[in-house]
């Protein structure tokens, strides 16, 4: 059983950082790419970010790109999520994954989910 927490949200004004936390249970986390989703109030789970396995190749949105960095320590069981210049769009509810199979943008390619951290934007 694999379980996946996240720490770090909170409410922030328009333009600030926040820093995402991720910690994985277990010994095979360096074994998965991990990503990163949000979900905002009425809306559909979507997909921010995606890490590989050893933390050379990285994906995001076209919403977020150039102002996240998805990061991970295979040492320290994390995937970390930095958002800088955040935006009052960015307000949801943001979920690690581990990813099980495919391409890494959907949510029905990953298995193990967090219980999700709030961000708040205030503009």
């Known amino acids: 059983q694999v379980q996946l927490v996240e720490s770090g949200g909170g409410l922030v004004q328009a333009g600030g950082s926040l820093r995402l936390s991720c910690a994985a249970s277990g010994r095979t986390f360096s074994s998965y790419p991990m990503g990163w989703f949000r979900q905002a109030p009425g809306k559909e789970r979507e997909f921010v970010a995606r890490i590989s396995r050893s933390g050379f190749s990285t994906y995001y949105s076209d919403s977020v790109k150039g102002r996240f960095t998805i990061s991970r320590d295979n040492a320290k069981n994390t995937v970390y999520l930095q958002m800088n210049s955040l935006k009052p769009e960015d307000t949801a509810v943001y979920f690690c994954?581990?990813?099980?199979?495919?391409?890494?943008?959907?949510?029905?390619?990953?298995?193990?989910w967090g219980q999700g951290t709030q961000v708040t934007v205030s503009s």
């Open positions: 994954a581990r990813q099980l199979t495919g391409l890494g943008f959907k949510p029905s390619e990953y298995d193990y």
